[in-house]
């Protein structure tokens, strides 16, 4: 570590027990583990040089934002140093006249909002942590959230990254400009890759005009089997909301006395549903989503346009999370896709393994793309292997309906030993060999997305 030190300067490397423990865990049931070291890099060109010399010493790195991670991805499994980007946290330049903000790892998401917004744009990808986590780890995740259903993911606001593969070779991918297709989009393939095929030191990031208007909804249904019926009468009427979020009839049933809002009686299911765009537009698929959502059998639709009756309405949502966790001891959340169509058949499935296994699973999420989080609570430990069974069966079941394990929160440690369950073996043979390619000595965040053996390293 003196190498280290010496470069990063000595207050920037850190062995305290009580910090290291502060960094051996995030927002996962994933077990905690201590590094060696947590080193805070504050400047680009020394994070490079981290990862040179981890190389050099074969040293397991680990990338970590703000570690609101779900799958244990920014835990040091292995030991060696966390590389924590929170003070690498500078907006470099917001450029409104070509839509691009060049931004550090670091920088908190909710920050970039209000700087991109108080200049007339938008960046849409809006993770429900987005009041502490970072890009660096949005970046890295891919992150989604209620407005990827309208707008898309963070891969789709990447115009190229600066970043350092696991040999310490500093490159720049993708392009400089809106559009380009040079060479292969390894922008692409490292935006999503979870910290183990390189480390972003820099983003350029593509924004859009800020939309006119916004208008939120938040309306209740008589039962899980109306959400897919609202959601089809919605898409059928041609219209696309930003956010088409659901909640089930357990969370909805748990959530009933702290949703911030009168539920009505009778109320089994909820969607918080929020349209943008130009005004005199707006008003007119306002009407055409109502008339959905009564087709569909709501039973009250609030509605809210002013942004602190808009915060209100989405309170409950984003603290929905937390709710659940003080609720039962244990809490694992899953992030699951199935196609919108399979979203009731999904549900159904949930309610028999529920049964099966005695495990309470309240499930909520992003309807539109069809991403829910089935959430697992459990307060007895002895019931572990029973909701690993739980689990995947769930895995199961989404596969077979034509689904994926992970919308947004990845793979980390926690999916990996499923993995199986969905790509086949060349595929995950193939996917090893380039990450082989860009970490040679398999030092950048080893034992996240495939399973790999422990094995002793260096220091330096
Ligand atoms: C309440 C709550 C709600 C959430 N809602 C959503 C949601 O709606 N949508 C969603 O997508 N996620 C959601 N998440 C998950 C999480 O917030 C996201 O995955 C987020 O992108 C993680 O950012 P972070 O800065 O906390 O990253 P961390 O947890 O610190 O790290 C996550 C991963 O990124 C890697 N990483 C971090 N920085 C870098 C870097 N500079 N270079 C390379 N790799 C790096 C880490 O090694 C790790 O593998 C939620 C989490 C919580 C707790």
Redesign the pocket.
Known sequence: MLEIERIAGSGSVIRDPDIRAAYSH??SEVEPHLADAIVRVERGDVLALVVEIAAKYEIPL?????????VG??VPVHGGIVLS?EKLNSIVEIDAQEGIAIVD?GVVLADLHAAVEAEGLFYPP????LA???I??????N????RAFKYGVTRNYVLSLQ?VTGSGARLNVGRPTVKGVTGYDLAGLIVGS???L????RARLRLIPRPESIHTLLVFLPSDESIGEAIQATLRRGITPRCLELIDSIALGLMRRDAGVAIPEGAEAMLLVELDGDEALLERELERVADAFNAAGALEILSAQSSTERERLWAAR?EL??TLRGIARFKLSE?IVVPRRRIFDLLRRCREISEESGILMPTYG?AGDGNLHVNFLWDDPEKRPEVDRAIEALFRATVEMGGTLSG???I?VLKAPYLPLEQSSELITLQRGIKALFDPSGIL?PG?IFLTERKGHGTC
């Open positions: 995030d927002e680990t990338a970590r934002g703000a570690g609101t991670g779900r991805g920014a980007t790892p809006d993770p429900n942590s502490t986590c970072t660096g780890g949005n970046l890295a995740c992150a989604g959230g209620p970043a979870e910290g183990t390189a480390l972003i030191e984003r999370s937390r992030d992003h947004e929160h990845g980390g965040n996240k």
